[in-house]
C-alpha cells in the first residue's frame, strides 16, 4: 500500500498519530456504540444510569419494535424507491455528464447551467409546486411520482461529481477510438463508463444513502401507510411523547441497521472502485 | 473550424480511419443523452421553480384567490424582516465555517489513513459510518449527548474535571450555532475523507517519488505537490459542501427548530416555518425568501467557481 | 375540471337530500372515508377513535374507515400541500388555532351534517367562524398547577383554603423550595412552543382580565403597559431565584413530566390536563408512580388582579371535513360517532382527560377517582377564558411567543425590558 515515494508519510507515525486515531474513532464511533447499547436496556434503567451497560439484555424490544410498525412495508417499498431512483440517476446521469463534458455544441453552456442551478433550489418550496405537477399526472401518492421527483432532485449533485471527472479523462483516448471508428454511444459505454467508475461509485453511494433516508417528500407525496418509506418509520417513534427513550434507541437501531449491514458487506468492493483511479 | 466536419453516427461503427473530431456530435447523439434529463427536469424542476418564481409576486388570500403584489414582498423581506437577517448570518456563519472544517478535517482523515495508520481499512468503514446515518438518527443522537443533565459531552467534562465548562449546549444562544455545526461536520467528514482518498490513490507515484529525489521536507510536499494536485478535487468538494450547508434544514430541524432566540434559525427552516406553520396559506412570502435565496446562493456560487476552478486537463 | 363539476352536482343532490330529511341509511356500494389524524403514540386516543370506527361499520354495512396516522409536522406538511390541490382526506384532524384552514375555505360547515345536541355549547363556540361551525371538538383541556404534596409538606407550607397563593407566597415558595435542594418548577421547552409561558401567560390572564387578556395577543394592547410589566417584573424574579430547572431550554415536554414525578423529582408542574396521557400509564412507560402524592393548585393570584379567579380552559383534538370531500355525509357520520355520550363516557375514563363531548359522568371509580375528583373541585366557582394563548397569536406575533415568551425569557436570556419590547415588535399592531 505505500510505496517507496511515500516513505515521508511514515515520520506521522508517531503517537500523535495514533493518539488523533483513536480519538476519532471514538468520536465517529461512539455515539453509534451508545445507541446501540441503549437500546438494549429499558427507559427507566436508562434514566438512573445512562451510561452503564445493560444489566439484561432486553432482545424483546426489538421484536416489539418491529412488530408494532408497519416495518417490512416500508422496507420493500424504500428498498424499491431507492434501488430505482440510483439506477436512474446514474444512467441519466452518467449520459448527461458525458456529454456536456465531451462535446462542444451551442447549447452546452446553457444546458450546463440549468441543470447545475439545480443544485441551489431549496426543496422546501419546489414541494408545494411539485405536488400539483404530480397531481395533474396522476402520479401523486404513487411510488413511481417519488422516483421521478427523487431523480430530478438530484440529477444536479450527480452530473455535477461526474462532470468534473469525466472531463479529466484525456481526451487522446477519445480521439483514437473515434479514428477507430467507434460511435458515440460506445464511446461512451467503453470508454468513459469504465474509467468514470470511482466517480460513479462516488455518485451511487452518495445517492443512496440521501435518498435512503429522505424525509420530506416521502411525508407529503405518499399518504398512504403502505406505501410509505422507512424514515417515517422512524417518526413512529418519535411521537410527542418521545420520553420512551429506550424504545427510541431501539427504532434508531433497526433502522441503521440495514444500511451498516450493506456498507459493511460492500464496503470493500466499493472503496476498491473509488479508490480504483487509475485514470492514467 | 471551416468547411463541413464530418459528424459521427450515435450508434454504428462507422469506416476506421474518417477524420472525425471527438469533439463534435451529431443532433442525434446530443438527443439521446441529454433528453431524458431536461424532460424530467422541465416537468419536475423548471415548472416548480417558475410557479415559485410567479408565486413570490403574488400573495396568495382566502379560497385560493391569488393577488398580484409586484415587489411588495421583496420589500418587506428586504427593509422589515429581521429573522430573515437573522437567518442570513446564521446561515453564512454556518456555511462557510462548516465547509471549511469539513473539507479540512476530510483531508486530514484521509492524509492518516493513506500514511499507513494501523487498520486502516477498519478505519475506513468506522469513520465512514456517520455519512450513512439519516438527518433524522443523528439528530436525535446529538440532542442526547447534548442534554445538559445526562448527555455524554457534559459527562465527559466532568469526568475529566472540566465540569465548569458545562454548558446547556443546544440552549444557550451562544453556543447552539455552533454545537448544530459540530454535529453537521461530524456526519459529512467521512464522506470527504474517502473522496480525498481515492484521489491520493490517484496520484501518480513519479512525482512524489520525484520530490522525495529533491529533499524536500514533508510539509514542503504536502503544501508545493499533494495540494495543488488534489486541487480539483478540493474544489469540487469546497462547492458541494458550500452549497449543501446553504441549504441546510434537516439537522437544525431536529435539533432546534430554530432557536433558541434564533440564534440557529436558517433561511431553509425559516422558509419552512412561514410555508407550513404561519397560520396561512399564502405560499407568496416564502416565496419571495426562496427566490431572493437562490439568486445569493447563485451568485456566490458562480463567484466560487470562476475564482477556484480551472479546467486541468493533466495530459501525458 | 369535468370531474369537479359533477362531483357539484353531486352534492348538491345530497344536500338536498339532507335538507329533505332523507334517511342517512347503508349505501348500495361500498364507500371508503380517509380520515388523518394525529396522535398515534397515545393508545388510549387510538382506541377511542378506532372504537368509532367499529361502531360506525357496524351501523352502516358497506361503509370503511381508513385512518392514517401522522405525527403533528408531517400532517401539517401534508395538509398544506394536499387541501389547496383540492385533495387531502375526508375528514381531518385539526386543532382550533388552525383558522386559515377556516379562511381558506377548506373545511366544510358542520351545522346541518353534525348532531350538535352531544356537544357542549361552549366547546361548540370554540369552532364558531362567521356564524357557521367548522370542527367538531374531541378533546379539552384546562391549565393547571400539578404539585407534590409531600414535597409541599416538608418545606412546611400549607395550601391555603381556596388552593391559590398570592404573589409574594407563590414567590417565597419558590425560593424554599431551592434553598431546599428541590427544583420549584419542572418545566422545559425543548420541543414545544408553549409551556415555558404557563407561569405568565396565566399571571397575565388573572391581572388583566379576560378582555385585556385577550387583547394583549391579538395586538390590541402593549407589552409595555404598566400591567404587564408588573407581572413579567414577577415573573423575573421567580427565574431569578431559581424556578426553572437549569437545563430548562433543551428539556422536552415528555422529560418534564418524569422530572417531575420520578427523577430528580420537583415540586411542581405547570401543564394542560392532558398531564394525565403521560402520567397515568405504567411506569415502565414513563408514567408517574402508583403512590406518587399529586397534587393541583390553583395558578397563583396577582396582586390588582382584574379576574383572580380566572382559568384557561381550551380545545384540543378536533375533527373537521374536507370541503372537497364527496363524501360529506358519511364523513359526519363518523364524527358524529365519535361523538355519542358513550364515547364520551369511554374518553374521559381511557384518556383520563375532559372532553367537548356531553358526558354524563357523575362519580369517578378507578385508580384515578381522587385525581378526578380534586380536578372537579378546581373547576368549581371558576371563571373560564377559552382559549389559551397559542390558539390566539399569529404569524409573527406567534414565532416571537415561542421564541421570547415561551423560552428565552424564563430561560433568564432576556431582562423585562427587552422582553416587552420584542414581544411588542412580533405583536403589538398600535
Given at each position: 500500500m505505500i510505496g517507496p515515494g511515500y516513505q515521508w508519510l511514515a515520520h506521522l507515525r508517531r503517537s500523535p498519530l495514533l493518539l488523533f486515531v483513536l480519538l476519532y474513532t471514538a468520536l465517529s464511533g461512539g455515539p453509534f456504540l451508545w445507541v446501540a447499547v441503549m437500546s438494549l436496556r429499558t427507559t427507566p434503567e436508562i434514566f438512573a444510569s445512562p451510561y452503564a451497560l445493560p444489566s439484561h439484555l432486553h432482545w424483546e424490544k426489538f421484536a416489539d419494535a418491529w412488530t408494532r410498525s408497519n416495518y417490512s412495508t416500508y422496507f420493500w417499498n424504500s428498498t424499491i424507491v431507492v434501488v430505482t431512483a440510483v439506477?436512474?440517476?446514474?444512467?441519466?446521469?452518467?449520459?448527461?455528464?458525458?456529454?456536456?463534458?465531451?462535446?462542444?455544441?451551442?447549447?452546452?453552456?446553457?444546458?450546463?447551467?440549468?441543470?447545475?442551478?439545480?443544485?441551489?433550489?431549496?426543496?422546501?418550496?419546489?414541494?408545494?409546486?411539485?405536488?400539483?405537477?404530480?397531481?395533474?399526472?396522476?402520479?401523486?401518492?404513487?411510488?413511481?411520482?417519488?422516483?421521478?421527483?427523487?431523480?430530478?432532485?438530484?440529477?444536479?449533485?450527480?452530473?455535477?461529481?461526474?462532470?468534473?471527472?469525466?472531463?479529466?479523462?484525456?481526451?487522446?483516448?477519445?480521439?483514437?477510438?473515434?479514428?477507430?471508428?467507434?460511435?458515440?454511444?460506445?464511446?461512451?459505454?467503453?470508454?468513459t463508463l469504465p474509467i468514470g467508475a470511482p466517480a460513479l461509485f462516488t455518485t451511487v453511494t452518495l445517492n443512496f444513502i440521501i435518498l435512503w433516508n429522505e424525509f420530506l417528500y416521502a411525508v407529503v407525496l405518499l399518504t398512504e401507510d403502505d406505501k410509505r418509506t422507512l424514515p417515517l418509520g422512524i417518526m413512529h417513534f418519535m411521537g410527542s411523547h418521545q420520553l420512551d427513550i429506550g424504545m427510541l434507541a431501539t427504532g434508531l437501531m433497526i433502522a441503521i441497521a440495514p444500511i451498516i449491514l450493506l456498507y459493511g458487506f460492500f464496503s470493500e468492493t466499493m472503496i476498491k472502485g473509488m479508490t480504483a483511479g487509475a485514470v492514467r | 473550424m471551416t468547411g463541413v466536419v464530418p459528424r459521427a453516427r450515435p450508434w454504428g461503427r462507422g469506416e476506421a480511419g474518417a477524420e472525425v473530431s471527438a469533439r463534435r456530435a451529431s443532433l442525434a447523439t446530443l438527443f439521446i443523452f441529454l433528453a431524458p434529463a431536461l424532460l424530467l427536469y422541465a416537468a419536475f424542476t423548471v415548472y416548480p421553480v417558475l410557479r415559485t418564481f410567479w408565486n413570490s409576486i403574488h400573495t396568495i388570500g382566502p379560497h385560493n384567490v391569488q393577488e398580484l403584489v409586484g415587489a411588495a414582498n421583496f420589500t418587506q423581506l428586504l427593509t422589515s424582516d429581521r429573522v430573515f437577517w437573522k437567518a442570513v448570518g446564521n446561515t453564512a456563519i454556518f456555511t462557510i465555517i462548516a465547509t471549511i472544517?469539513?473539507?479540512?478535517?476530510?483531508?486530514?482523515?484521509?492524509?492518516?489513513?493513506?500514511?499507513?495508520?494501523?487498520?486502516?481499512?477498519?478505519?475506513?468503514?468506522?469513520?465512514?459510518?456517520?455519512?450513512?446515518?439519516?438527518?433524522?438518527?443523528?439528530?436525535?443522537?446529538?440532542?442526547?449527548?447534548?442534554?445538559?443533565?445526562?448527555?455524554?459531552?457534559?459527562?465527559?467534562?466532568?469526568?475529566?474535571?472540566?465540569?465548569?465548562?458545562?454548558?446547556?449546549?443546544?440552549?444557550?444562544?451562544?453556543?447552539?450555532?455552533?454545537?448544530?455545526?459540530?454535529?453537521?461536520?461530524?456526519?459529512?467528514?467521512?464522506?470527504?475523507?474517502?473522496?480525498?482518498?481515492?484521489?491520493?490513490?490517484?496520484?501518480?507515484?513519479?512525482?512524489?517519488?520525484?520530490?522525495?529525489?529533491?529533499?524536500?521536507?514533508?510539509?514542503?510536499?504536502?503544501?508545493?505537490?499533494?495540494?495543488?494536485?488534489?486541487?480539483?478535487?478540493?474544489?469540487?468538494?469546497?462547492?458541494?459542501?458550500?452549497?449543501g450547508k446553504m441549504m441546510i434544514f434537516d439537522l437544525v430541524w431536529i435539533m432546534t427548530g430554530g432557536g433558541p432566540l434564533w440564534s440557529t434559525e436558517t433561511v431553509s427552516t425559516y422558509v419552512y416555518k412561514r410555508a407550513f406553520d404561519w397560520n396561512t396559506f399564502d405560499l407568496g412570502y416564502p416565496s419571495a425568501i426562496a427566490v431572493l435565496w437562490f439568486i445569493i446562493i447563485l451568485v456566490f456560487v458562480f463567484a466560487m467557481t470562476q475564482l477556484l476552478r480551472q479546467r486541468d486537463r493533466l495530459e501525458f | 375540471m369535468i370531474s369537479k363539476s359533477i362531483a357539484r352536482h353531486c352534492l348538491t343532490a345530497v344536500a338536498l337530500l339532507l335538507a329533505l330529511g332523507a334517511p342517512r341509511t347503508a349505501l348500495a356500494e361500498d364507500v371508503t372515508i380517509n380520515v388523518w389524524s394525529h396522535e398515534a403514540d397515545e393508545d388510549a386516543k387510538v382506541a377511542f377513535r378506532e372504537r368509532a370506527v367499529k361502531n360506525l361499520e357496524a351501523a352502516h354495512p358497506g361503509v370503511h374507515v381508513k385512518i392514517t396516522w401522522y405525527e403533528k409536522n408531517p400532517l401539517l406538511a401534508a395538509l398544506k400541500t394536499a387541501l389547496p390541490a383540492g385533495q387531502g382526506p375526508d375528514v381531518l384532524y385539526v386543532e382550533p388555532d388552525w383558522t386559515e384552514y377556516v379562511e381558506a375555505g377548506y373545511l366544510a360547515p358542520l351545522d346541518d351534517l353534525v348532531n350538535w345536541n352531544n356537544i357542549e355549547p361552549w366547546a361548540r363556540a370554540v369552532w364558531v367562524h362567521n356564524g357557521k361551525t367548522y370542527g367538531i371538538p374531541q378533546e379539552a383541556y384546562t391549565n393547571e398547577l400539578y404539585y407534590n404534596k409531600d414535597l409541599l409538606k416538608k418545606l412546611g407550607v400549607e395550601l391555603p383554603a381556596n388552593a391559590q397563593f398570592t404573589q409574594t407566597q407563590f414567590l417565597d415558595l419558590v425560593k424554599k423550595a431551592k434553598a431546599a435542594g428541590i427544583t420549584p418548577i419542572a418545566q422545559g421547552v425543548g420541543d414545544r412552543p408553549f409551556p415555558g409561558a404557563y407561569i405568565v401567560g396565566e399571571a397575565l390572564l388573572r391581572k388583566l382580565g379576560k378582555e385585556d387578556y385577550k387583547k394583549l395577543w391579538t395586538g390590541g394592547l402593549s407589552w409595555e403597559e404598566p400591567?404587564?410589566?408588573?407581572?413579567?417584573?414577577?415573573?423575573?424574579?421567580?427565574?431569578?431565584?431559581?424556578?426553572?430547572?437549569?437545563?430548562?431550554?433543551?428539556?422536552?415536554?415528555?422529560?418534564?413530566?418524569?422530572?417531575?414525578?420520578?427523577?430528580?423529582?420537583?415540586?411542581?408542574?405547570?401543564?394542560?390536563?392532558?398531564?394525565?396521557?403521560?402520567?397515568?400509564?405504567?411506569?415502565?412507560?414513563?408514567?408517574?408512580?402508583?403512590?406518587?402524592?399529586?397534587?393541583?393548585?390553583?395558578?397563583?393570584?396577582?396582586?390588582?388582579?382584574?379576574?383572580?379567579?380566572?382559568?384557561?380552559s381550551a380545545i384540543g383534538a378536533s375533527f373537521a371535513i374536507n370541503a372537497a370531500s364527496k363524501h360529506k355525509d358519511i364523513a359526519a357520520e363518523f364524527l358524529n360517532a365519535m361523538s355519542t355520550p358513550e364515547m364520551g363516557k369511554m374518553w374521559i375514563e381511557t384518556v383520563y382527560l375532559q372532553t367537548g363531548i356531553k358526558a354524563d359522568v357523575k362519580s369517578f371509580s378507578g385508580p384515578h377517582a381522587a385525581y378526578f375528583t380534586e380536578l372537579m373541585e378546581r373547576q368549581k366557582g371558576e371563571d373560564y377564558f377559552i382559549g389559551g394563548p397559542r390558539d390566539l397569536v399569529q404569524g409573527t406575533c406567534k414565532d416571537s411567543f415561542a421564541q421570547v415568551l415561551n423560552s428565552a425569557f424564563p430561560g433568564g436570556l432576556l431582562t423585562v425590558e427587552q422582553t416587552a419590547k420584542m414581544m411588542n415588535d412580533g405583536c403589538y399592531k398600535g
Open positions: 439506477v436512474l440517476l446514474t444512467v441519466i446521469g452518467a449520459m448527461v455528464a458525458h456529454c456536456l463534458a465531451r462535446y462542444h455544441f451551442r447549447g452546452n453552456r446553457v444546458a450546463r447551467f440549468v441543470i447545475l442551478s439545480g443544485l441551489i433550489l431549496p426543496p422546501q418550496l419546489l414541494i408545494l409546486s411539485l405536488f400539483q405537477i404530480l397531481l395533474e399526472f396522476s402520479l401523486y401518492n404513487t411510488l413511481t411520482g417519488l422516483i421521478l421527483v427523487y431523480v430530478a432532485g438530484h440529477l444536479a449533485m450527480t452530473v455535477y461529481i461526474l462532470e468534473g471527472f469525466f472531463a479529466q479523462i484525456p481526451q487522446d483516448l477519445f480521439d483514437a477510438a473515434r479514428l477507430d471508428g467507434y460511435s458515440d454511444l460506445e464511446i461512451f459505454w467503453r470508454i | 472544517a469539513d473539507v479540512l478535517g476530510g483531508l486530514l482523515l484521509a492524509l492518516c489513513l493513506f500514511s499507513g495508520a494501523p487498520l486502516a481499512k477498519l478505519l475506513r468503514v468506522v469513520w465512514f459510518t456517520p455519512v450513512l446515518m439519516s438527518y433524522v438518527v443523528v439528530g436525535i443522537i446529538w440532542v442526547w449527548i447534548y442534554d445538559y443533565d445526562w448527555g455524554l459531552a457534559n459527562f465527559i467534562l466532568r469526568s475529566v474535571g472540566l465540569g465548569a465548562l458545562e454548558q446547556s449546549w443546544l440552549g444557550d444562544p451562544r453556543t447552539a450555532l455552533w454545537s448544530v455545526m459540530a454535529t453537521h461536520v461530524w456526519k459529512w467528514l467521512g464522506f470527504n475523507m474517502i473522496v480525498f482518498l481515492a484521489a491520493l490513490y490517484a496520484l501518480p507515484e513519479e512525482v512524489l517519488g520525484a520530490a522525495e529525489l529533491d529533499n524536500c521536507g514533508w510539509i514542503a510536499k504536502l503544501v508545493y505537490v499533494i495540494i495543488p494536485m488534489l486541487r480539483p478535487t478540493i474544489v469540487n468538494l469546497l462547492v458541494l459542501s458550500f452549497v | 400591567r404587564v410589566i408588573a407581572v413579567l417584573k414577577w415573573t423575573k424574579e421567580l427565574v431569578d431565584a431559581g424556578a426553572y430547572p437549569k437545563n430548562f431550554m433543551t428539556l422536552k415536554l415528555g422529560e418534564s413530566h418524569y422530572y417531575f414525578y420520578s427523577n430528580p423529582g420537583a415540586l411542581m408542574l405547570p401543564m394542560g390536563s392532558w398531564y394525565t396521557g403521560r402520567a397515568f400509564v405504567p411506569v415502565d412507560k414513563g408514567g408517574q408512580p402508583a403512590d406518587f402524592p399529586l397534587g393541583i393548585m390553583q395558578f397563583p393570584a396577582v396582586d390588582g388582579g382584574a379576574c383572580n379567579q380566572c382559568k384557561t
